[in-house]
């Protein structure tokens, strides 16, 4: 797992002085203003040694896996690391799993990435995944290991050792299919696949997700959407596609002919739980909404970024000199003030997140510590005395968190250019517009034998009597045989 830490002169010497060709820093995002007004965004993917792969990073963010991957865990939340080429592409081909299935299917990538995804050989506790499901026998844990070890999933890779469409069993479990040797024991031995392996060893993207949060679905088609949200919720733009019906059914992959009430079920019952999610599980806002273009309804999902904290965003490129500067202001401080300075990294990362210069972030932050401490005037909403007891309490790094969020954006010389997303409360699904019918009036049988001649409908019974009839009219007068209606 790739820490942050300090940032000394001699390392920042190292970094570049200018962002080349306006592409940005390796790995960063620059905005450029054009004369005209109009505003670009540039990207520099890392390539060569600057990509750290998946085999560098420990892919787990809790500190004991065991004991808060627990479903009545309500304070902490382990983030789970899963490269951005299982999200896109992987696709459960058995129907035969449950909601809960596909969650210790991701109990057990987290129990692997804990004890080295290049293993061969994974165990966990069967008390581990039954504590995590919430469940209370562990007889139904079992038959979800035998329906994992069932069912098959496709990768689309491009890589050494895997290319193209791969299809794999989820997990290989090295025990008997009665799982008779797991009498009486509490350690499962399982392998995961080899292209999922190679997948996550040399993956350069990545998202985290809330472990405990997939737990609690109850339904399998969920897990796709959010895994695709929380991708989306790690970027610096958020672009997440609007989407048909059709399309929703394909990426969650429902059957093709299902029925349209079915769909439209589903579809609720999805949204419902992705906005279901609170608490420590909620890391980024979740906007839903329906629109309707060129006759065409689509859904609309707008997801906020997950960077909660100052320590969890990239690190902003800084000058040199400018480094050089702040750090000499800091140390050339008494100890007693020196204390409320974080590291530098805090301000490049906080410089980040506001899309703004880390110079400005320092300066601001050196204002308002000089207002708080000489003319006690609050800081944030915060009483001055409270935020001294913060500072004291919880100490310089976590205060400092709370003030970049709520600290406005327009005192550091910034802007967005984007509106802060908002938590959609409940979403209704829609419902389909009928289609028109049209109805085509067929004349009756019966009125199409009846003649212009005849008053009524002939029937059976009187049918010979007006033949007679009508026979004696035409024979009274000097009419031919032909014009006779026999």
């Known amino acids: 797992m790739q820490q942050a830490s300090s940032t000394s002169v001699e390392e920042i010497e190292i970094l570049p002085r200018k962002y080349p060709d306006l592409s940005g820093k390796r790995g960063g995002h620059l905005r450029a203003h054009k004369k005209d007004g109009t505003v670009k965004d540039h990207f520099r993917k890392r390539v060569g040694k600057d990509i750290i792969r998946g085999d560098r990073r420990y892919g787990l963010k809790c500190r004991n896996l065991s004991q808060e991957a627990v479903y009545t865990n309500a304070m902490t939340s382990p983030r789970l690391e899963i490269p951005r080429i299982v999200v896109d592409t992987m696709h459960i081909v058995s129907n035969s799993l449950r909601a809960h299935d596909v969650a210790a299917f991701w109990r057990l990538f987290a129990e692997a990435r804990k004890s080295g995804i290049g293993r061969d050989v994974h165990s966990i506790r069967l008390a581990d995944i039954v504590n995590y499901l919430g469940l209370n026998s562990i007889h139904r844990v079992k038959l979800a290991l035998v329906r994992l070890s069932e069912a098959f999933m496709t990768l689309r ?20 299919e009665d799982l008779a040797e797991l009498r009486g024991h509490d350690q499962v031995f399982f392998r995961l696949p080899q292209a999922l392996k190679l997948a996550v060893l040399h993956s350069s993207d990545y998202a985290y997700v809330e472990l405990n949060a997939m737990s609690r679905f109850t339904s399998k088609f969920t897990f796709p959407l959010y895994l695709k949200l929380c991708l989306e919720a790690g970027k610096l733009l958020h672009q997440v596609p ?25 579809m609720q019952h999805v949204l419902d739980e992705l906005l279901a999610i609170k608490g420590v599980h909620h890391r980024f806002p979740i906007s839903v909404s329906f629109v309707t273009k060129d006759n065409i309804e689509k859904l ?61 972030v320092f300066s601001v932050w050196q204002t308002d510590l ?18 001294i007891g913060l500072v004291q309490h919880y100490g310089i790094e976590d205060v400092f968190d709370i003030w970049v969020d709520k600290r406005d954006t327009f005192s550091f010389g910034t802007m967005r250019d984007f ?61 031919d045989d032909a014009d006779i209606p026999f």
């Open 157 to 176: 890779l491009n890589q050494a050792g895997a290319r193209g469409l791969c299809r794999m069993p989820m997990i290989e479990l090295l025990h008997d």
């Open 300 to 360: 609309v999902i707008t997801v906020g970024s997950s960077a909660k904290r100052v320590r969890e965003a990239n690190l902003a490129w800084i000058a040199p000199k400018m480094a050089e500067k702040m750090i000499k202001t800091v140390y050339d401080m008494k100890p007693r003030d020196r204390k409320f300075y974080p590291p530098l990294t805090r301000f490049r990362q906080a410089a980040a997140l506001i899309e703004t210069h880390p110079y400005n």
């Open 370 to 387: 000089h207002a708080v401490r000489s003319y006690g005037e609050p800081i944030v909403g915060i009483p001055a005395a409270e935020f």
């Open 419 to 479: 509106e802060p997303v908002e938590q959609t409360e409940a979403v209704v699904v829609p419902k389909r517009a009928l289609k028109p019918t049209i109805v085509v009036e067929q004349a009756s049988p019966v009125a199409a034998s009846t003649e212009p001649w005849q008053p009524k409908a002939l029937t059976y019974d009187d049918a010979p009597l007006r033949m007679i009839s009508v026979i004696q009219m035409a024979g009274d007068d000097d009419v």
């Open 242 to 266: 609007a989407i048909t019906r059709s399309e929703f059914r394909k990426f969650v992959g429902m059957p093709e002919k299902t029925q349209a009430s079915v769909l439209d079920k589903t």
